[in-house]
């Protein structure tokens, strides 16, 4: 990809929230992760506010906000769970951007309430698991881990935080 002339830039940055991700980085919806990578590497090359240092300040600043909408629809597409979802979005008609601070606050509940647990009863239980834990109580936390584990078998930290109590504390 050549250079934009000034002109282009500007017309660019007035579509640019136009754009979905694929127009953006100028590739089909049906792109492979490898072509996606060679096609991003080869667009940002061209449009990373680096590679045109002797464009005046405000071209530069309309090269970097290009540059960073850029990469934020590559880390979308180039993640098959994002981009799932993005292409779920764009079919309902649900917007041409994700929000990848939106995008990782909800990932973050998520996990904090994989953490807590995800049932009723294991949230109860590692409460009452913390409560022992609290007070050294070790092995009645030992036991409300494990009830918490048989509402919530395969809860990867309710299974570490059980292995880790089961470890013999270094005195």
Not at 79 to 87: F, N
Not at 95 to 107: D, E, K, S, V
Not at 136 to 151: E, H, K, R, S, Y
């Amino acid at each position: 990809m050549s250079k934009l002339s000034p002109l282009e830039i500007d017309a660019l940055s007035k579509i640019i929230d136009e754009l979905n991700y694929y127009e953006l980085l100028q590739v089909a919806p049906t792109i492979s992760s490898r072509n996606l990578k060679l096609a991003y590497y080869e667009i940002s090359r061209t449009h990373h506010p680096d590679a045109n240092s002797t464009l005046d300040d405000g071209a530069k600043e309309t090269y970097h906000r290009i540059s960073k909408v850029m990469t934020e629809a590559y880390c979308v597409l180039r993640d098959p769970r994002k981009r799932k979802s993005y292409d779920e979005q764009l079919a309902s008609d649900g917007g041409l951007r994700i929000q990848l601070a939106a995008a990782r606050a909800a990932h973050a509940k998520k996990d904090s309430e994989k953490r807590m647990g995800t049932t009723p009863q294991g949230k109860q239980f590692l409460l009452k698991a913390e409560q022992d834990m609290r007070r050294d109580n070790t092995p009645g936390a030992i036991q409300n881990v494990q009830m918490a584990l048989t509402f919530e078998p395969n809860n990867a930290q309710f299974k570490e935080l059980l292995e880790t109590l089961r470890k013999p504390k270094s005195k």
